[in-house]
Nanobody, 124 residues
């Protein structure tokens, strides 16, 4: 049984930082593309960043230079370091496994495995 669990969300002021973590079990983590998506209130879920099993990374334009995705295959853990947070980053952040990660990353339907989400709230 595949389990994907996010942690690290919270409340932070604009300009602050948070680090999200995602632990995946029940799959061979090192062979899976991994991704972060987010859903803001009353908006569709969107791709934030992904990292391929090879270690290639892709980012939504609005987070480039502020967010860094990484993975630790030995710990089967995915990370998202979020710096210079903005109110528009407020959303539920979801970890996803097993989908497309390339130049056109962003299709949630490509990802079969999902976590429950962790809330990130950025105050102005």
């Amino acid at each position: 049984q595949v389990q994907v669990v996010e942690s690290g969300g919270g409340l932070v002021q604009a300009g602050g930082s948070l680090r999200l973590s995602c632990t995946a079990s029940g799959l061979n983590f090192g062979t899976y593309n991994m991704a972060w998506f987010r859903r803001a209130p009353e908006k569709e879920r969107e791709g934030v960043s992904c990292i391929s099993w090879r270690g290639n990374t892709y980012y939504k334009d609005s987070v480039k230079g502020r967010f860094t995705i990484s993975r630790d295959n030995a710990k089967a853990t995915l990370y998202l370091q979020m710096n210079v947070l903005k109110p528009e980053d407020t959303a539920i952040y979801y970890c996803a496994a097993g989908g497309y990660c390339g130049d056109f990353f962003g299709r949630e339907e490509d990802y079969p495995y999902w976590g429950q989400g962790t809330q990130v709230t950025v105050s102005s």
